[in-house]
């Protein structure tokens, strides 16, 4: 491929990507706005992705977390763990203000949320500590598409055969045939390309043979440059 080829191919996938992208975008906000209110409607949080043929590709969720810690008040949070003085020292770095390590923060958010309540199980002691300025906070649901390999195949597929129909995003869908005969034009020119294929593995298969030590090459080469014999 050419360096020209090359920077056509990616202009056509840098703005056909642009185009999937801001309507993928859109489309999951659609999505997960109707599958947060069949849930309050129906209790509906989960539905199967099917092609237009009705053949299953996969399946949207609507998936709710459970709660987890937060800290709301980082002051209340950060003289808890100092209280704990020489213990915990490491774990606190003093600039202009006091404040306790992320990595120690994190660590003591994902226990209290294991937890499920916003209190902390010291494992030295067995003492449960009520944690000040953190609080289980509620988490936004979200939406999980699952599409297995099989599924993937069967997408692929339908885009070959132009049989996604309206999953189809506009900018990327085929113009509409005029007359009706686009369907056929496409077929002749699949037949076009079959023949052509066909045509230059055998002709690949001439040169390999040694057609170019052939009498009559020099001859085959005017005919091709419109010469006369």
Do not use: C
């Amino acid at each position: 491929m050419s360096l020209k080829d090359t920077a056509r191919t990616v202009a056509v996938l840098a703005t056909l990507h642009d185009a999937i992208g801001d309507q993928l975008k859109a489309a999951k906000r659609e999505l997960e706005a109707g599958l947060k209110a069949a849930k309050e409607e129906t209790g509906t949080q989960k539905i199967t992705v099917s092609l237009d043929e009705g053949h299953d590709v996969g399946s949207v969720s609507l998936v709710q977390p459970k709660a987890a810690a937060a800290v709301t008040d980082p002051d209340a949070f950060a003289a808890w763990v100092v209280s704990f003085g020489d213990r915990f020292k490491d774990e606190v770095e003093r600039k202009f203000i006091t404040s306790v390590k992320p990595g120690f923060q994190k660590k003591l958010l994902a226990e209290i949320t294991a937890a499920g309540t916003g209190e902390w199980a010291d494992p030295e002691t067995g003492v449960i500590h009520e944690v000040p300025g953190v609080e289980m906070q509620g988490r936004a649901a979200y939406t999980r598409l699952t599409v297995p390999d099989a599924g993937k195949a069967a997408i692929a597929q339908a885009w070959r055969e132009h049989r996604l129909g309206t999953a189809m995003p506009p900018a990327i869908a085929p113009a509409p045939a005029e007359g009706g005969q686009g369907d056929g034009e496409v077929e002749k020119l699949r037949q076009e390309l079959a023949e052509l294929r066909e045509r230059d593995a055998w002709l690949s298969a001439l040169e390999a043979a040694g057609v170019d030590n052939w009498q009559g090459i020099d001859y085959a080469r005017e005919l091709r440059g419109g010469g006369e014999s």
